[in-house]
């Protein structure tokens, strides 16, 4: 090989070969020995590779990374959230490349730690966010408002509710921003403040809504529209104190506000043409007003009639501006219950019975509703009226086969018992037997004398259609045969109690799984039925006769339930919350039904 030097400093530096001079050393090489180093790499390279593959199209795809997209980030932190690593999510976002993150990236994770009541950390969260550069949108406030407002007990976290209001003043200064930048922008929304609304009502701050409210424009797109107006009703229906005390009562307040905040919805609705009033703000505004003074529910009346076409007995027939849906029904039944005007809730009830379906007809009824009407029936009930409870019922079986209501109108324990409680008061025992075999199975005619049978018939029925009796239920059951004066159908009441095991429905030991309202109605009914089975056995054990085996059975059924008695006297079984002492309650027509 031939090399080059180059004289530097007195020395000689070595060089790499001369281009020329490599290649006539390989020539010469190739010559000698026959073996070219570019043919080898090439059969090295083709070796064991499938005749399609292409080097350069490889070698082009190879170059191109995918990058992480935010749809992509996205769907990540939603399964790490779903699988419960909140934590691990917020890592995740924080360290992502910046390319990666968006508005609605941190809006995901928000509310996935809403969803978790991981609240401080969401609040957290949409600090961050703003400090890594990232502006806070309409969706992100709606998302704030909308997780906070799912907190309960707002007693608890005292912390959350500074952090609402000061989303709120972030809230405010973002929508004053866009207003000054983009007059047109689709950001100029107050959809968020319902749910801000609604958070503050389920705190009990009711003044600070009006606040909001009063805050609000006259017109344009940041005024007042059904969804504010909707929060705002629903906050005056829960409200429960009153911050002026020497004023009206909490009720009466809620009331004349409802009634005010109507006025101003209705010259709301007439400035802006999107403004329509529905269902739900109707619904809501008459919750608010039907616990008021009988100015207050008459006005709430007025807005029934003239939004849904329900009348009043001996008014012309009327047709509503909305169709009736169920809670609006649910509504206007609980008017009529908070003015005592159960004649009109029978009659509303028999006019949604003949009203087409377009309009809200049978098929939007429930139990639920029903059961009002059968308060309203108990609460007119009196010995010797007709029956009408027992009608009703029967509709409801009716109605649940062949009707479009189907299983939502099912009567359950409750319903039976509102029937039987009617059959009580109207003394009507034929009736309240016929309550007792619609809901258990049994067949009440093989208790009575002469038809005593050893092996009672018993209809099994679908699931859900055989239900066993409560204490409540032989409760009602005794006091309706004892108030009869009549020995044979007490005897006929005895003895299915004793089929059934007395001794069960007279039970004191507390249940765990009971809540203390269950336990309290248990304990009362308890002392009731006991009560009637002692004054029962008395009286059917007056005639002197020689006692048979019933009679003994009988017997020690009264000895146990005198026990009972002399037990809850005292009331040691009834849980007690504290101790101090409570107001004294008013008694509602339906309570008092069962004294």
């Not at 039907?290 to 007025?302: L, N, P, V």
């Not at 509709?395 to 086969?401: D, N, P, S, T």
């Amino acid at each position: 090989m031939h090399y080059s030097y180059l004289v530097i400093s007195g020395g000689l530096e070595n060089q790499w070969p001369h281009p020329a001079a490599t290649s006539r050393n390989t020539q010469n090489t190739e010559a000698a020995t026959g073996y070219n180093p570019s043919h080898s790499q090439k059969s090295a390279d083709t070796k064991h590779r499938s005749r399609h593959y292409d080097p350069s199209k490889a070698k082009e795809q190879g170059d191109k990374m995918r990058l992480l997209e935010p749809h992509v980030l996205s769907s990540r932190l939603k399964k790490l959230c779903d699988t419960g690593h909140v934590d691990s999510a917020v890592s995740l976002l924080k360290n992502a490349p910046l390319d990666a993150q968006n508005t609605p990236v941190w809006n995901t994770l928000i509310w996935e730690c809403l969803k978790a009541k991981r609240f401080q950390l969401a609040y957290q969260l949409f600090i961050d966010m703003k400090r890594r550069g990232f502006s806070p949108t309409i969706r992100t406030f709606q998302t704030l408002f909308s997780g906070l407002s799912r907190i309960e007990h707002w007693s608890n976290h005292p912390k959350q509710l500074a952090n609402a209001r000061s989303i709120y003043e972030a809230f405010q200064r973002h929508v004053d921003a866009v207003k000054r930048h983009e007059p047109d922008s689709p950001e100029l929304s107050i959809g968020p403040l319902a749910a801000y609304i609604k958070l503050l009502g389920d705190a009990g701050h009711h003044q600070e809504i009006f606040e909001v409210y009063y805050n609000m424009d006259s017109e344009g797109p940041l005024a007042p529209n059904q969804f504010i107006f909707t929060a705002m009703f629903q906050a005056l229906s829960v409200r429960t104190m009153n911050p002026d005390t020497r004023s009206l009562s909490v009720d009466a307040k809620n009331a004349a506000d409802a009634k005010l905040l109507w006025s101003q919805m209705v010259k709301a609705s007439k400035k802006s043409p999107g403004f329509s009033i529905d269902s739900f703000v109707v619904t809501s505004a008459i919750i608010a007003l039907s616990r008021g003074r009988a100015t207050d529910q008459a006005f709430a009346f007025q807005l029934v009639t003239e939004y849904f076409g329900l009348t009043a007995p001996g008014e012309p027939p009327s047709v509503g501006i909305l169709p009736l849906s169920a809670q609006s029904l649910a509504a206007v039944l609980g008017l009529c219950a908070a003015s005592h005007q159960h004649s009109l809730c029978i009659h509303i009830f028999d006019q949604v019975k003949k009203r087409p379906e377009a309009l809200g007809g049978v098929s939007i009824m429930d139990r639920r509703h029903l059961e009002e009407v059968l308060k309203a029936q108990l609460a007119l009930a009196e010995p010797g009226s007709p029956d009408s409870s027992l009608g009703t019922l029967e509709w409801m079986l009716r109605q649940e086969i062949t009707g479009r209501s189907g299983p939502k109108i099912r009567p359950a324990i409750s319903t039976y018992n509102l029937v039987l409680m009617a059959c009580w008061r109207r003394v009507d025992w034929t009736s309240a037997t016929r309550t007792f075999d619609l809901m258990t199975g049994y067949h009440a005619h093989d208790f009575m004398d002469g038809s005593v049978s050893n092996a009672p018939r018993f209809d099994k029925r679908a699931p859900g259609r055989n239900l066993p009796p409560t204490v409540e239920t032989m409760s009602c059951m005794m006091r309706t045969a004892l108030a009869t004066r009549d020995r044979a159908k007490m005897r006929q009441c005895l003895r299915i109690i004793s089929h059934l095991n007395g001794g069960d429905f007279l039970r004191t030991d507390e249940d765990p799984s009971e809540s203390s309202k269950a336990s309290k109605n248990r304990a009362f009914h308890v002392t009731k039925l006991a009560s009637a089975v002692v004054e029962t056995v008395q009286y059917v054990s007056s005639m002197g006769n020689r006692p048979s085996g019933e009679v003994v059975q009988w017997n020690k059924l009264a000895a146990h339930a005198a026990e009972v008695l002399k037990k809850t006297t005292h009331f040691d079984f009834i849980p007690v919350s504290s101790t101090r002492p409570t107001k004294e309650r008013i008694v509602t027509e339906y309570e008092q039904a069962f004294r």
